[in-house]
């Protein structure tokens, strides 16, 4: 079955330092969602790509999707403490959620 | 005002009992969702249901049975619960083809 694929698994970055996470999928998808989840909370949902190429930016995070739609990102600039937690990618229309990058900002 | 309500947060009992987790939304979406995440964190989608039906079942023992009252409520019912079934479950809900909203979560552990 279609599968995405996310790294790294993990990320220790200062903060102040930027951060990516890359989401791959071995087939084209219709369409991609990010979350994140804080240490003990729920997913909660970022954004949406659906077009080619398409690049969306939320203050210090832009997030983009392939051309051939089938990677995604998630960059963060200048992270802060705030933004410590686990960034999810999911292809909404099989339900499938990447396995997750685990961020941890040191102050 | 929770948008995706889940009782109860935590549940702790013993290998093959037979337990429920209940779900409500008031956001007056049309699917709702129930996932399973483990201990590393994997998100797994278990069922989800439309309209008040069942619309995907990603191979899910039968001992896992989801039942919806309404549009509004997505429950899970266990039986025989067994010391894999520990985790987190988390409800969830969407209009079609949008954004979902998480619950806060179960989690369960057996014993």
């Known amino acids: 079955g279609q599968q995405v694929m996310q790294i790294p698994q993990y990320q220790h970055v200062q903060e102040g330092e930027d951060f990516t996470t890359y989401c791959n999928s071995s087939t084209t998808l219709s369409n991609i969602q990010w979350y994140k989840q804080r240490p003990g909370g729920h997913p909660v949902f970022l954004i949406q790509?659906?077009?080619?190429?398409e690049v969306k930016k939320q203050k210090r995070l832009t997030f983009q999707f392939g051309e051939a739609k089938k990677n995604s990102s998630l960059h963060i600039t200048a992270t802060q403490t705030t933004d410590v937690g686990t960034y999810f990618c999911a292809n909404f229309n099989k339900f499938y959620f990447g396995s997750g990058t685990k961020l941890n900002v040191k102050p | 005002d929770t948008a995706v309500s889940q009782t109860p947060k935590y549940l702790v009992t013993q290998m093959g009992n037979d337990k429920s987790i209940k779900c409500e939304q008031n956001?007056?979406?049309?699917?709702m969702y129930w996932y399973k995440q483990d201990s590393k964190k994997f998100l797994k989608i278990m069922f989800s249901?439309?309209?008040?039906?069942?619309?995907i079942n990603e191979t899910v023992p039968n001992r896992f049975s989801p039942k919806s009252p309404d549009k509004a409520h997505l429950n899970l019912h266990i039986n025989s619960l067994e010391l894999g079934d520990s985790a987190v479950y988390f409800c969830?809900?969407?209009?079609?083809?949008?954004?979902?909203?998480f619950g806060p979560g179960t989690r369960l552990t057996v014993l």
């Open positions: 956001l007056g979406h049309d699917t």
């Open positions: 969830a809900s969407s209009r079609t083809a949008n954004e979902q909203f």
């Open positions: 790509l659906v077009k080619s190429g």
């Open positions: 249901y439309n309209n008040k039906e069942l619309i």
